[in-house]
């Protein structure tokens, strides 16, 4: 029985938002030879490039971005720059209700939280990613909502209150200060059905991911991988657990 890696970016394979180690970055490629591994990240494919680099990334199997709502394969030829080709084997349209980016308006408005920094929320392939401090915010200011939020549980009282409001799409806390919005069915476990349904009966599939506890967006696929006798679900929290986590099996 061969072994399917599938792993999450931020707050797994990088800090939150940004680059992965350089030794780490090195030491991942390597450890990458020879095996079937896909990324699933919440980001869109051009963020999830600028975060792990080119060599990660092309040695990849395949990319999954927006939270699985697009999914990206290596076409075997190089494009007149030196770039790998890449093709879309599928994408999810984002069906949103009308007043959907005025509630979250109000929801910015709402927030005790002092710092707002603008650009609240993106529209991305199949998803919105939305956000109380912005995505304006620096690195400092992203910090200071996380410990906010980790005393408060800020977002995760929003969606809750969202759940309520639309019955018909889901949330996700993803990242360190975002609130992932997707149409029900959407969220990162969709890729099961899409791609890796028959793998997962005749293969091991792996998974690591910082999100894991409900309502984080890699429980779902955490959730349906284990519901397989042949699924498995590693929860970390930082990058550093993921370095120390390679070195044990089935992974080293």
């Known amino acids: 029985m061969a072994t399917i890696y ?7 394979l990088t800090p939150p938002k940004t680059t992965i180690h350089p030794q780490f970055g090195s030491d991942f490629a390597a450890w990458m030879e ?21 060599k990660i990334v092309n040695q990849s199997a395949g990319v999954f971005a927006c939270m699985g709502n697009i999914f990206y394969e290596q076409i075997d030829q190089v494009n007149s720059r030196g770039y790998e080709e890449w093709r879309i084997v599928y994408e999810n349209d984002f069906k949103a209700p009308r007043d959907l980016y005025s509630h979250l308006d109000a929801t910015v408005n709402a927030s005790a939280y002092p710092i707002k920094t603008g650009k609240h ?6 998803m919105v990613n939305f956000s109380i401090v912005g995505r ?65 009966k005749h293969n091991s599939i792996i998974f690591v991911g ?17 519901q397989s006798p042949n699924g498995i679900a590693y929860e970390v ?16």
């Open 136 to 200: 304006n915010a620096t690195m400092e200011q992203r910090k200071a909502y996380g410990k906010f939020d980790e005393e408060f549980s800020e977002r995760a009282q929003i969606v809750e209150k969202l759940k309520r409001e639309y019955d018909k799409l889901d949330f996700d806390i993803g990242g360190a200060v975002s609130i992932d919005i997707f149409n029900v069915g959407n969220d990162k476990s969709q890729i099961i059905e899409r791609h890796f349904e028959e793998a997962l």
């Open 210 to 226: 910082d999100r894991i506890p409900f309502p984080g967006n890699d429980h779902s696929l955490a959730t349906a991988l284990r």
């Open 6 to 12: 599938l792993f999450d970016v931020d707050g797994t």
């Open 34 to 54: 020879h095996k079937e591994v896909y990324i699933v990240s919440g980001g869109s494919f051009v963020r999830i490039l600028n975060q792990l680099g080119s």
């Open 237 to 252: 929290e930082t990058w550093e657990d993921t370095v120390e986590l390679l070195k044990t099996p089935p992974f080293a």
């Open 121 to 126: 929320y993106e529209i991305r392939t199949g």
